[in-house]
Structures are given as C-alpha cells and as structure tokens.
C-alpha cells in the first residue's frame, strides 16, 4: 500500500509540474570531463544534463592503464584486462527524491548493456559480460567484466589497436508505462594496444649444393624475404665450415622491409687439396630495424660443397 502511494504521489506531481511550468526554473548541469586520467588508472565519465524530473545515470568505465601499456605479442596469447563498471543515478529535482524512494521500494533495477565497437581486422576481443543488473539505491555500485584482446601475425607494429567499449542503459519507466523515471544514457570509452616486432624471415637457397673447384671462388645466391611486421635488419654468419683451409665468407646485413625479398651471397674458395663433399652451415637473424634489442631466432641453412673431378 505503501509503494501505491508513493506511486501516485510522483505521478500527482508530475501533473502538477506540467500544469504550472512557470515556477520551475532551468538551471544548468556541472560539466565533467568525458574521460579521467590517473596514473595509472583510465576512467571513462560522462554525465548527461537532467531532461524533465527523471533520474540521470551516470556510467564509469575505469582500469588499470599499465595493463595496456606492454605491446601485444603478434600470435601470441590473448591478454585479459579487467574492467570495472560503476553505476549510479544523480538526483537533481525535488521530485527526483520521490523517484528514488519509489525505486527504493519496489527495488528497480537498470541492466548496463556493454559491447565491443569496431577494431581493426588483425585484432580480436571479447567482453566476459554482455549485460550487468544495478538496484536504484543512489549510491554507487561496481561490478567486475573482463576484456581479453589478441593480435595476429598480420598486426604491423608501427599499428595501434583502438578498441572501444560501448555501455549504455535503457530509459526507466514508472507505473503504467508512460512516465520516464530514470533516463536513457550511452558512453563508449577507448582502450588503446600496441602491436608488438614480430619477427619473421623465410630463407630459399638457389640451390642446396654448389659445385666447388679447388682454389678457385664460387657463390651461391640466397633469398630471404621478411615475413614480419617491421622493417628488419638480418644478419648473416657462417656457422660450420669444413676443416682445412677454407675461405668463405657471407653477405652479413641486409634491409628489408615488410614483404620485401632481397639476396644474401655466399662465396667460397676450396682449398688446393679438396676433394668430394662436405657441408657449410649458415644462419640468418632477424632484428627490428630502429630497435636491434628487439629479435627473432636464427634461420640455419646447410649448404653441401661438392667437387667431383
């Protein structure tokens, strides 16, 4: 009985408010920035102006920033952020109190639909929670969701990684369905990622055996391609030549950026007494070109020698 006629009063109220517009006077809503930055702490914050007697809601989308901050590992495992989202409604007319009572009453409740916008295609994520219940109480309240996101191996590394999250709620009605208790609200609120240096290198010899003449050069040509998803500087070396007096000697550096092919030589000189076959082992690194620190491992290629008189 009670909630009836708390009900009825807000409605009383509202027919009255329409019924003598001029004592209500307009004032102006405090503008908030649309997104806070801590430390190390992101939050997402808006607040819309009161619209009529209804209750506005206020979203928050908050995490911790350092976790955005290490780049992403191309194919490698996904990352979980964890989000907090934080509701509560703000109470700015006479008649808004009633509103809240009401809702206190009857224990209304609002669901926070979230969702994922647009990302790029070398990126992929997902919210562990698609929608959220809060009770009209005018406090806040926190719920947990979880955000994970990958990158391919296509992700370049010089990219970036916008994925927005949109959380929004529906308008409220009170009894009979045609007074808005508590508005309708949107907010979408970004989380940033960088890819990380993948490194990738695809190593063809023109042929895995040279034929060799005793003290005398020959050179075989290799090919090697940058699959990553940076400018890469390899670098050759020999690792294994066959014992004796050998002089061999490797192209050591090449500049290549993404999807380009270039070629690496290998020369030899037998020495005078070399007969039959043996092997030279060579390996190619690959390192981001503006961050040597940054490396793949080596791509190892066997070349058999071979003189047959």
């Not at 990958?150 to 370049?156: I, K, L, R, S, Y």
Request: a negative charge.
């Amino acid at each position: 009985m009670k909630r009836k006629y708390v009900a009825v009063g807000i409605i009383l109220l509202f027919v009255g408010a329409s019924l003598t517009p001029a004592i209500v006077q307009s004032r102006d809503s405090p503008s908030l920035p649309t997104i806070l930055s801590a430390q190390k702490t992101d939050m997402g914050l808006s607040i819309l102006p009161g619209r009529g007697f209804a209750l506005d809601s206020i979203i928050q989308l908050s995490w911790n920033a350092s976790e955005t901050e290490e780049p992403l590992e191309p194919g490698g495992a996904p990352r979980s952020i964890n989000i907090t989202v934080t509701y509560h409604v703000l109470v700015s007319t006479f008649i808004g109190k009633f509103i809240l009572r009401y809702c206190l009453l009857t224990h209304q409740y609002v669901t926070v639909s979230l969702g994922i916008g647009d990302i790029p295609s070398w990126c992929t994520a997902s919210l562990s929670n698609h929608e959220l219940r809060y009770l009209i109480t005018g406090n806040e309240s926190s719920q947990l969701i979880t955000l994970t996101v990958a990158v391919d191996e296509h992700a370049p590394a010089y990219g970036l990684c916008r994925v927005p999250i949109h959380a929004s709620v529906d308008t409220l009605h009170g009894p009979f369905g045609f007074l808005p208790f508590i508005n309708e609200y949107n907010l979408t609120s970004f989380l940033y990622f960088q890819p990380g240096y993948f490194a990738h290198i695809v190593v063809i010899p023109e042929n895995d055996s040279m034929a060799v003449i005793p003290n005398e050069s020959s050179y075989l040509r290799i090919f090697i391609t940058n699959a990553g998803n940076a400018r890469t500087v390899v670098s050759g070396s020999i690792v294994r030549i066959p014992p004796g007096d050998w002089i061999t000697m490797i192209t050591d550096q090449i500049m290549l950026d993404v999807n380009m092919t270039s070629v690496a030589y290998l020369f030899v000189v037998p020495p005078v007494n070399f007969n039959g076959t043996d092997t030279i082992i060579i390996s190619f690194t690959p390192y981001k070109a503006d961050d040597q620190s940054q490396h793949g491992e080596p791509v190892y290629v066997l070349i058999r020698v071979i003189y047959e008189p």
